[in-house]
DNA sequence: TTGACAAATGTTAGCGCTGTCATTTTGTAT
DNA sequence: ATACAAAATGACAGCGCTAACATTTGTCAA
């Protein structure tokens, strides 16, 4: 029922491979002969079969991408950049989560390697031994994510975090907190390099108070948010100041403080991480450190069809850097 | 330097065919060959090349996910729910982003198909008139998410957005709001059910005012949520309650009216769609009425996997509902 | 007109796997 | 020991496509 190549070739008059050649490398054919195999392909609603394709080339058009999470806003807005990117093109992504698991992540780098894919989407530096084994010798292009570090396996896109986090304790300091605290979920080497940032700036100010550092290995959520807030600010009452490894905890946060009747900014300041669109409109508005992640998710895919179609991308290591959002959650001075 | 059957078969003294049934179906295989085969599959690394297999067979182990957005709250959470329940099985999913266009959505249905996938799961009732010809005649299963609906093409499972949008319009009524509002961003199919049962039960309570509607096409956020309740505002400054068409509105709508120093809820009440985890948190907490996302999500997987692993799952069409959240964004006589 | 070379098209074989059917081995009852 | 069925294994072909090489056709200059 289903027309294949042989079909199309016989009702063209031609051979199979000549019409293997009109869709693969339409240069390589007659102008005459192109526009007769055209016409049948329409007629005949062929749909080449990508399995007899990836058989006999050895290859596949798909692109897997390994993201941590999928719910994660963060990964959202990358995964959102891919997607758009790769509308249109001959890619075909296919997404994997590894739930910030490095097992997980070996075992969808084995899954996708399988399928002899053209590239793999990566997120963050470290791998565990066995996957980077895997990635060094794969046949494949390969785009890291999120973070920018030395010896990528190929190519990179991300920020240096430990400076962004930096940048925002910084900020703080500036803006005439002294007791700053630190809250953080689920701590992946990404956030943990963040918090590494707080415990630098704070330390060389003479400012660092490891009671005003609240973790946990839970996801982030803003109900997550106020709990380690309500926590931090039992320990240690007299903090004046939230630095929170992103903008779900902010407004937890923001939120727990309000219900504490502490007034943000002035008796205690809030600052988040990564700067979604709903910081902006938060009551006192929430201060953040932009990160660029739609961006991200769109040059991964763009370097990866560079890589893919022709020349070297050039430069094949991208920082896009971060900005600082500052807003009246840490403007201690107004109101 | 990768091995392949033969190179297996060679090593463990037998053909082909046999280390194919090892791998496929072990129990067409003798105890003793089935220890040898399987050692020295491990010994050899040997992975199976899909292509190949989907080549022999006519079909792959792929379900293809087409889902109208990956940034969108609610459906990383049917994600989420989609990839936990698939990990460990042999499906190998793969998410399209149909971008709410149903053009899109048939471009992916296509791509889809002629990967030969076991499964679909699509979301929502309509399609275009192509993608319904062409899903009628897969030769695969379907599993319809988020909306319950008559004539599946196979199966489905959802909820009723028009009954539970007339709930939550109850839930304002009862509590004594006289002029209710509705606003609304990307009214897609469900978004309109959604005010479709609003208006219903307005008219049915001599509520009904179109002024009160406030709808735009661009994709929603908080801060959108803050605009179209300004727009709402000032078109309708009587305005006593806001039914907002989701949660993102919702805590938009919230802030803006904070901002605007009006109580909610004794000055205007409050209340989103789906139930995101921060409306409990929020102050006041926001009333909102909650989806079971991430139920949907891994029941329309298992549906799947039961679907191709045997018997017919019993139901095949199934309507998860949902509950009404109340809290103190609605609860006038409170404080 | 002819030869030389490029462009266009065709032939053949094989990618790695599994369905079908044929054959061999094993187990069981007489 | 024999007969017979059932279990285990194997030979072969083919899924649909494309690389590599082979052949034909077309073009142009001498």
Redesign the interface.
């Known amino acids: 029922m289903k027309a294949n190549l042989s079909d199309v070739a016989k009702e063209a008059g031609v051979s199979a491979i000549t019409v293997s050649r009109a869709l693969r490398h339409p240069d390589k054919v007659s102008k005459k002969t192109l526009d007769k195999i055209m016409s049948v392909v329409d007629r005949l609603g062929y ?6 394709r ?2 006999a080339v050895g290859k ?1 058009n798909v692109i897997g991408v390994v993201v941590p999470s ?2 994660n ?1 963060v990964f ?2 990358v ?2 950049g891919i ?2 990117t790769s ?1 249109g093109s001959k890619w ?4 994997g ?1 590894s739930r910030y698991s490095p097992l ?1 992540e070996e075992r969808l780098v ?2 996708f390697l ?3 894919p053209a590239g793999l989407i990566l997120s963050g530096l470290e791998q565990s031994e066995a996957t980077s084994k895997l990635l060094m010798n794969a046949d494949c292009r390969i785009v890291q994510i999120m973070e920018c570090g030395p010896a990528p396996y190929d190519m990179m896109i991300g920020f240096s975090h430990i400076e962004a986090s930096r940048v925002a304790t910084r900020h703080l300091l500036e803006k005439g907190y002294k007791k700053p605290g630190y809250i953080a979920a689920r701590l992946d080497p990404r956030s943990q390099r963040r918090l590494q940032g707080f415990e630098e700036v704070t330390t060389a100010a003479k400012l660092y108070d490891p009671a005003r550092i609240v973790t946990t290995p839970r996801p982030s ?3 997550l948010g ?1 709990e380690l807030t309500a926590d931090l600010l039992s320990k240690a009452p007299d903090t004046d100041a939230i630095l929170c490894n992103n903008d ?1 905890l902010a ?2 946060a923001l ?2 403080c ?2 504490r009747g502490l007034n943000t900014p002035n008796e205690i300041g809030i600052c988040g991480f990564n700067d979604l ?2 910081m ?4 006192p508005a929430i201060s953040s450190v932009r990160t660029h992640r739609l961006q991200i998710g769109q040059q991964a895919m763009s370097m990866m069809d560079a890589a893919l179609a022709g020349p070297e991308p050039d430069p094949s290591v991208i920082d896009v850097g971060f900005e600082m959002s500052a807003r009246e959650s840490t403007n201690r001075s107004a109101k």
């Open positions: 749909i080449p079969d990508p399995a007899a990836a058989l596949t999928v719910t806003n959202s807005d995964m959102r997607f758009e509308e075909q992504i296919q997404l989560n997980e084995r899954t399988s399928q002899k959520t803003v109900t106020c779900d407004l937890g939120f727990e309000q219900r669109e709903m902006a409109v938060a009551n």
